[in-house]
């Protein structure tokens, strides 16, 4: 029987090249799959080249439909492939839920895949030819991209940029572009391919070398600024990784065991740094109803002039729920409070909660309030700290307020709800990226993740490995002056997006001359 004539799953698999040319949008699945691989923690670069299939498909598409529907399976296979350990926290949560699995993890990238959809129907309508279609689909999907992270509260997960984090060389393109920049570049440098495919070998070529010469002038910036970026004289900090186990996290009786391993892990090496940093939530209790409790917690961990940063569920005085970090010197007098902006819609909480009666084993029975202001904590000896709680910082471009800079960050999260996935490597990798673009030291308290902490260009200070309970001491790194994305901040970005509309309306024209 002819291969056309039989349905694609009774074709052996080594018919998987045919299949994918009958049917365009199970091979651009599988092409939005095989292109995730590029994203942390694997970093294989060049699995990217895998989004040139969608991108022929949809530029040689009949109609902006059908254009659309293609983008929407290669954004579904990118995003399943990817995200697909945010399930793990419906088995975390409770063993039973294994069967809504498979609807968390497609829905949640059907609704993520959707902005690409919209982005290849744009493109096919914006082009004329292959060529400007594909330019513009670069354009497109940038725009998506940018979009992703600001609409319903924003989910900018696993960009295409974050390609970029191969290289310690590439990755300070981001102090440049930022995500959304590496965005535009990291399309250009997939799309190479189809290019090269419709007889555009000339922009192929320069744009495959792109990367190359981003990393090279990456290598140079860090030899200019490596001896302007040295810890030498810088006071040390102490992070501390619990690694408590997500299900036994809120137990009462086990409490007291998780705070001894807290204050044994801040004091198992001597001397104890005067800043010592607990990770999100790390004081399973209120402040307000166990004062005392508090008090002897943070002296017993901290040196007799230290102070301890932790997160802490906080209730004000009008009994709104608060996710919190809070400073106290050693004598547990209480010298700021953050109350965390960005909240996780499902974790934090529930739109609609009222129409999903199951939701509260994940979420609990009650909605955390966000903050309203973004306060930094000013850190004796060691400066201006500004507070990032859980997923705040993975929002490019908002995780400072540029009229009131702070000296370092602290992101104070708890990965346990993903186990040992590629969940806490992605969120890491988005942390060193902040740390990049913003030329800023970022210290990273994990519960149960990855711990650690980044120079401002993004070099590793040191690092707790995922799942291990320990604690590690790093140097407090002086900020740059400034970095260009700090200045700019999405500027660059705009202007590659308006040259890539401009180029690919050029290109259309051109063409058509041509016809």
Known sequence: MRFWKQPFWKQPFWDIPKVMRRYPHIGSFIAGCVASLCLPPLGLIFTIF????????????????????????????????????????????????????????????AVLASFWAVAGWAAWRCGHTAQGRLIWLVAMLGVAEFARGFVATGFPWNAPGYLFSFDLGALQAASWFGIYGLNIIALLFAFSLALWRVAARQIALVLLIVPLLLSLLGIVRIDYLQDVVTPDS?????????????????????????????????????PVPRLVIWPETAFAGFASQEPNLLRQTVASATPFDGYLLTGIPRLDDQDRLFNAAVLHSHDGALKAVYDKRHLVPFGEYVPFRSLLPFIDVIAGPRDFSAGTTNKLFDVPGFGKAQILICYEVIFSGTVIDRNNKPDFIVNLTNDGWFGHTAGPWQHLAQSQMRAVEEGMTMFRAANAGISGAFDPLGRPLGQIGLGIADSIDVKAVAPLASTLFAKMGHLLFFCLLFLNAGFAHWLDRRLDRRR
Not at 62 to 72: G, L, T, Y
Not at 239 to 266: C, F, G, N, T, Y
């Open 50 to 109: 895998a989004l040139s299939f969608p991108a022929l498909k949809a530029v040689q598409a009949p109609n902006a439909f059908r254009a659309a529907s293609i983008w929407m399976a290669a954004g579904l296979g990118w995003f399943v492939f990817s995200t697909y350990w945010i399930s793990h926290s419906l088995f975390v949560a409770d063993p039973r839920l294994w069967i809504a699995m498979p609807f968390v993890v497609f829905g949640l990238a």
């Open 234 to 270: 810088s006071p040390s900090v102490r992070i501390v990784q619990p690694s408590v186990m997500q299900q036994e996290k809120w137990q009462r009786s086990r409490r007291s065991a998780h705070l001894q391993r807290l204050v044994d892990l801040s004091t198992q090496k001597v």
